[in-house]
């Protein structure tokens, strides 16, 4: 780069001009080197000195690569030989301005710079020139702002922070993580973060182990539970990630916690909600299910048997309707801590859902020594929210594996013989057997053929004649549901009524047989020329359904038969419902004009504050009273006080069953009003019933 001539003292412009710009190259603030195309250097000024240690006499002359630490020379030297082997002036793009570095002095140390490159030609020789500039300083400016934003950060961030070594220990901690270890962060400081972990809930825990080692956890957030500094614990979610120095080595991990109690209550909510009874805690079908699976299979493994008890808690409905669901769901709860006590540590109790309970007894010994002291605790009487009650209870019991080595087999079972406990009186525990099965198939097809013979006009309805006894008139007939199907050939109403009931198709066949019965009537009376009563019986579930007084109304209104001449018959069990919905349909029934009569009297409650609290029009004695007339029979003084009592109460009496002379007079000479029976006909179809009446 010189341009002096040789054997002159004289300056000239040229060389003046060198001089400048050599003054000018040492004066930058920046390194500037330059190399030949071997990579030798040609050039340095003064600022690479005071950078890399060396004097400029010993860097001229230098291979670049000597200025660079030995891991980066191989990469440098490649890219250099490409640069100059290339026939055009073009800076890569790895060696334009911008490029970030190490350089290496002279006393071994390394210093991070970042340099620009550009090349000319002198004389058909290329030379680089490389511009290099120290940024340790700006890196370290960098850096504390950095630091100073990561320390803003942390401890702004609501979330459990800890800084670790390489090893764990604790190097560093936010304010969040004071918070939630109840440690001060002089406490936690040079503890191994393992000191505060129990084993990660993901993973079994084996005495003092605290799961794998924070490398291991990088990348992968995991549940695990925190010691606090009280003792107690707390379940989080963490995340590990390492920290690097800006040479990318490892320097320690950074561990970001946050509570999950919340979200763990949470899920425990859901949980129980799956498996246990929201009032009262015990265990719900689904896990009723799942435990009885349990101990089938260990009944079948043992060669033992197990039992299962399904309760049904007798008439709960009326406490629900007449105290109140307050009241009911304090019955319930004191049902279940009575099921509680009562149960061993063998059994499971469960609640199966509205008012039914379950018990599996892995052991079915002495059962009936079990049973008697069940139903002792379950019907001692109890006081809830200032009301005396006595419950009572209709159980099903089966037994597993012999009857059943699938829960919904066992289960059923016990359903059908509780369905036998309810249907023969309830307060009392039937155990399953094979009749009840078939019983239970044959009540199945009946109602399905009972549904058909509905839709196939399979029924009809048959009269039987009241005879009103001081005169011997006929002054009614009441209304009985007759079924000959095809298949089965004649049906009784013993057989398809409770089906019906038991279905809710009761409704639907009452309706009907009310208004082909008033229909029958008219016609009936409109050719004797008088008019005639008619009673039709009633089911408690047509008194409970919705709309069924409109049904009543409209009937009366599309057959012309006056509301009355029409008798409601029901049971004493109707009275007995405290719901109001059945109070209100019983006088709104009496408001339309329509009269109500008690079936069967004597059978059920006898309740004479019932019969004064209810607009009753007529007692029907059963026959169950009249079969062991006259006076030689010990009916006969329950007979007198029926009448009796009807006549004070301003009520007709009907007594049915009459079959002989001598009841007819008995019943006559006590002031019965009014018989039927096989003394007077049978029920006999419509038009049989028209010759009875014009016969009377």
Known sequence: MSGRSEGTQVATPAIDLEVRLRELVGAAPNVILVTDEAGRIVYANAQAERLYGYPVSTLIGMASTELLPARHRARHATMRTSYVTNSEVRVPREMRDGRQFLALRSDG?????????????????????????????????????????????????????????????????????????GLSASCLLGRPIHDLELTGTDEPASGEDTGPPLAQRVGSPRDVEYRRGDGTTIHVNQAVSELRDPAGVLTGYLVVAHDITARREALDAVRRMTTQDALTNLPNRSLLERHLGGAIAEAIESGTDGALLLLDLDHFQRVNDSLGHDVGDRVLLEVAERLRTWADDHSLVARFGGDEFVVVLREATALPAVATALFDELTRPMTVLGHDLTTTFSIGGAYFPRQGSEPSVVLRNADTAMYYAKSSGRNQLQWFDEDMRIDANERLSLASALRQALRDGELSVAYQPQIDLASGRTVGFEALARWKSPTLGNVGPDRFIPVAEETGMIVELGAWVLERACADIVRIQAEIGRPMRLAVNASPHQFRHDGWVETVASILERTGLAPGQLELEITEGVLMDHRRHVTETLHRLRELGVGIAVDDFGLGYSSLAYLARYPMDKLKIDRTFVRGLPPTSDRAPIIDAIVGMAQGLGMTVVAEGVETKAQESYLRDRGCDQAQGFLYSAAVSPKDAFRAARRR
């Open 109 to 181: 140390t390394e210093v991070p710079v970042e340099a620009g490159v550009s090349s000319v030609r002198l004389d058909d020789r290329m030379f680089i020139i490389t511009s290099v500039t120290d940024i340790s300083g700006r890196l370290r400016e960098r850096a504390r702002l950095e630091a100073g934003l990561r320390r803003s950060f942390l401890e702004a961030i609501p979330f459990c922070a800890l800084a670790t070594d390489r090893c764990g220990t604790v190097i560093a901690a936010n304010p969040a993580a004071e918070q939630l270890l």
